[in-house]
T-cell receptor
Framework: GQQVMQIPQYQHVQEGEDFTTYCNSS?????IQWYKQRPGGHPVFLIQ?????EVKKQKRLTFQFGEAKKNSSLHITATQTTDVGTYFC??????????FGKGTSLLVTP | GAVVSQHPSWVICKSGTSVKIECRSL??????MFWYRQFPKQSLMLMAT?????????EQGVEKDKFLINHASLTLSTLTVTSAHPEDSSFYIC?????????????FGPGTRLTVT
């Protein structure tokens, strides 16, 4: 079935380094959402991207939606230990249900 | 923002027993609720979609007779794991959707950690 591919699976950075996770789809997406899940917690909605080429920023986080609406990225500038967690992209291929990428687990060491 | 609660937050049960998990939308009416399962270090896997007053739609590979979903009102959905086995041990997360602005915002509950011994 349809799915969204997310890479990398894991990323270990030193505090202060940048971090990027990518999601790719073989089909054009109507929108894409990003979630963060802290260890032991539940997914928390970060943002939704809808428009082709859209770029949104939330403090140190920058979200991009590709021009063809088939890929998206989340970039964190100057990571902090509070950024630790797993970042998921999620899309709707049909209906209302979200299909999640496999997630990128970020570990930040001080 | 919209709040979704789940109860219980964790439960331990013996193999062969049944467990009911409740999902409530506290400050909005949810047209649709979703149930996900997440195994350790894995992604969320959609189990089923339920609309108030109708039968749930299960994803391929999810046994509807084992995972009973009841969506009795616009604020409450329940998932019952019947005859639970150790392999059913997982993190179960519900989410509720409302057509806010046509973008179908989805709000997640805090999850229920089920351990079957």
């Amino acid at each position: 079935g349809q799915q969204v591919m997310q890479i990398p699976q894991y990323q270990h950075v030193q505090e202060g380094e940048d971090f990027t996770t990518y999601c790719n789809s073989s089909t054009t997406l109507s929108n894409i959402q990003w979630y963060k899940q802290r260890p032991g917690g539940h997914p928390v909605f970060l943002i939704q991207l809808v428009k082709s080429g859209e770029v949104k920023k939330q403090k140190r986080l920058t979200f991009q939606f590709g021009e063809a609406k088939k890929n998206s990225s989340l970039h964190i500038t100057a990571t902090q230990t509070t950024d630790v967690g797993t970042y998921f992209c999620a899309v709707r291929f049909s209906g209302y249900a979200l299909n999640f990428g496999k997630g990128t687990s970020l570990l930040v060491t001080p | 923002g919209a709040v979704v609660s789940q109860h219980p937050s964790w439960v331990i049960c013996k193999s062969g027993t049944s467990v009911k998990i409740e999902c409530r939308s506290l400050d909005f009416q949810a047209t649709t609720m979703f149930w996900y399962r997440q195994f350790p270090k894995q992604s969320l896997m959609l189990m089923a979609t339920s609309n108030e007053g109708s039968k749930a739609t299960y994803e391929q590979g999810v046994e509807k007779d084992k995972f009973l979903i009841n969506h009795a009102s616009l604020t409450l959905s329940t998932l019952t794991v019947t005859s639970a086995h150790p392999e059913d041990s997982s993190f179960y997360i519900c989410s509720a959707s409302t057509a806010a602005g046509g973008l179908y915002e989805q709000y997640f509950g805090p999850g229920t950690r089920l351990t079957v011994t």
